[in-house]
T-cell receptor
Framework: DTEVTQTPKHLVMGMTNKKSLKCEQH?????MYWYKQKAKKPPELMFV???????INESVPSRFSPECPNSSLLNLHLHALQPEDSALYLC???????????????FGEGSWLTVV | SQKIEQNSEALNIQEGKTATLTCNYT??????LQWYRQDPGRGPVFLLL?????KEKRKERLKVTFDTTLKQSLFHITASQPADSATYLC????????????FGQGTTLQVKP
């Protein structure tokens, strides 16, 4: 079982709605990530937080707004999304320098988002 | 720019045979390469990491090789089982020590009983 917990597992929202995806880990990891995955495509990096500070934003549209309230939590706030934003959103975590030194990145099960 | 290529066609093999998946990359020299397994509707699960100074790594029925001259990694599953059926993703760190992990397209393996 994954040690990264994501909620909700499924979310259907209208284009005018505001919703949030939540992610939690208790492994003491200080790097947390949001990835987006479309069907039959690889995960694509959206955001990276290191020590609760945003370190990478892969030119993600502002309708996606990440937040890291503390070292265990990561949120993704959604507003005015488009149908093409429908995808599996994956949260992940690792040691703070994990991807530089080659440590494991742990993924959650993902949140399936459908925008109608 | 960096490019990672995995065979996008599904690999179908008979139970008990060895499955071999390929990951090729171009335009940089990663310090390591990772392999993940992803089942439908679930997040990727880490399997193995191999560093640039390692030729081969093993874990139970899994074996990974890393040829930095050919810019290629091979992922082998010996004595394959139907439960090994999944999509396998290779992943490499982005260039410049940015903390990014970039995934290949993945290869879907189907092991038939």
């Amino acid at each position: 079982d994954t040690e990264v917990t994501q909620t909700p597992k499924h979310l259907v929202m209208g284009m005018t709605n505001k919703k949030s995806l939540k992610c939690e880990q208790h492994m003491g990891h200080r790097a947390m990530y949001w990835y987006k995955q479309k069907a039959k495509k690889p995960p694509e990096l959206m955001f990276v937080y290191s020590y609760e500070k945003l370190s990478i934003n892969e030119s993600v549209p502002s309708r996606f707004s990440p937040e890291c309230p503390n070292s265990s939590l990561l949120n993704l706030h959604l507003h005015a999304l488009q149908p093409e934003d429908s995808a599996l959103y994956l949260c992940a975590s690792s040691q703070a320098d994990g991807l530089i030194s080659g440590n494991t990145i742990y993924f959650g099960e993902g949140s399936w988002l459908t925008v109608v | 720019s960096q490019k990672i290529e995995q065979n996008s066609e599904a690999l179908n093999i008979q139970e008990g045979k060895t499955a071999t998946l390929t990951c090729n990359y171009t335009n940089y020299s990663p310090a390591y390469l990772q392999w993940y397994r992803q089942d439908p509707g679930r997040g990727p699960v880490f399997l193995l990491l191999i560093r640039e100074n390692e030729k081969e790594k093993r874990k139970e029925r899994l074996k990974v090789t890393f040829d930095t001259t050919l810019k290629q990694s091979l992922f082998h599953i010996t004595a394959s089982q139907p439960a090994d059926s999944a999509t396998y993703l290779c992943a490499l760190p982005g260039s410049g020590n940015t903390g990014k992990l970039i995934f290949g397209q993945g290869t879907t393996l189907q092991v038939k009983p």
